[in-house]
């Protein structure tokens, strides 16, 4: 697995985190399958990709869950402040 997931109660369901340069969305079955094992609700993930595109500006995205997959049409830079 080359990314974690962790679950949170604030405005994302979860956060999924590459853990290397692996790209997520070629990951979207598995992760999928880990959201429903971990009764994951709907609604948006959060997913750092810092390990993929470090300083660049999409680096951080969110996407909508629907309680068994990831809706790839709703997947958007996230808006993040730091």
Not at 50 to 56: G, I, K, L, R, V
């Amino acid at each position: 697995m080359n990314f974690q997931i962790k679950q949170t109660n604030g405005q994302y369901k979860a956060v999924v985190t590459s853990l290397n340069s692996d790209r997520l969305v070629e990951q979207f079955d598995e992760i999928e399958q880990n959201l429903v094992n971990s009764n994951i609700s709907k609604g948006l993930i959060f997913l750092d990709l810092t390990s993929n595109n470090e300083n660049e500006k999409n680096r951080y995205m969110e996407i909508y869950f629907d309680g068994k997959k990831l809706r790839d049409s709703t997947i958007k830079i996230a808006s993040v402040k730091v």
